[in-house]
T-cell receptor
Framework: AQTVTQSQPEMSVQEAETVTLSCTYDTSESNYYLFWYKQPPSRQMILVIRQEAYKQQNATENRFSVNFQKAAKSFSLKISDSQLGDTAMYFC?????????????FGKGTKLTVNP | SAVISQKPSRDICQRGTSLTIQCQVDSQVTMMFWYRQQPGQSLTLIATANQGSEATYESGFVIDKFPISRPNLTFSTLTVSNMSPEDSSIYLCSGIRGRGSDTQYFGPGTRLTVL
């Protein structure tokens, strides 16, 4: 079974600075999918970024990028030029390959606060 | 992306009563899920809602407590039965269009408080 670990319960960053959220996972699969979801105080879970394990290139979405280290089973999220609206809970999640359970496995989350 | 709505957005209920939460997707999805998020916690999968058949429950969740229906590809309901204060949580539904590799989209959640 896959497990996902987020070792930083809370983090804070100054507006306009860069912050990196850590995530490690454990799987016996060779192909899988990894996600970062954001949950602001409104509760809406929003997909931030997604990575397919068979792709070596790190995914990017505007100010959000990942550092995917497959051998180390690490999937960190970097937020550049942090904005006040980035304040939220961030959840790392994994999904087994097609034909598997298709159930997301979530980490416990990191609460990020962006300070003005 | 899929747009998913839930009703109600929040409710305060008395112990021993039941609440049904509705989830509507704007387009057909192949799979729908129900999650529970207890205060300050991560998401825990309750069950997979199967169209026209009984839901598939995760360990620790049973049909008598959380009956689920999914009459078609765009709609599902979750009932929280015989509620107790321990059931106070956010309940979220989600859906994916494809299988496996597709992205899972979430509804806005229903905040339930049981007194």
């Amino acid at each position: 079974a896959q497990t996902v670990t987020q070792s930083q319960p809370e983090m804070s960053v100054q507006e306009a600075e860069t912050v990196t959220l850590s995530c490690t996972y454990d799987t016996s699969e060779s192909n899988y999918y990894l996600f970062w979801y954001k949950q602001p105080p409104s509760r809406q879970m929003i997909l931030v970024i997604r990575q397919e394990a068979y792709k070596q290139q790190n995914a990017t979405e505007n100010r959000f990028s990942v550092n995917f280290q497959k051998a180390a089973k690490s999937f960190s999220l970097k937020i550049s030029d942090s904005q006040l609206g980035d304040t939220a809970m961030y959840f790392c999640a994994s999904l087994p390959p097609q034909g598997g359970s298709e159930k997301l496995v979530f980490g416990k989350g990191t609460k990020l606060t962006v300070n003005p | 992306s899929a747009v998913i709505s839930q009703k109600p957005s929040r409710d305060i209920c008395q112990r021993g009563t039941s609440l049904t939460i509705q989830c509507q997707v704007d387009s057909q999805v192949t799979m729908m899920f129900w999650y529970r998020q207890q205060p300050g916690q991560s998401l825990t999968l309750i069950a997979t809602a199967n169209q026209g058949s009984e839901a598939t429950y995760e360990s620790g969740f049973v049909i008598d407590k959380f009956p689920i229906s999914r009459p078609n590809l765009t709609f599902s309901t979750l009932t929280v039965s015989n509620m107790s204060p321990e059931d106070s949580s956010i309940y979220l539904c989600s859906g994916i269009r494809g299988r496996g590799s597709d992205t899972q989209y979430f509804g806005p959640g229903t905040r339930l408080t049981v007194l």
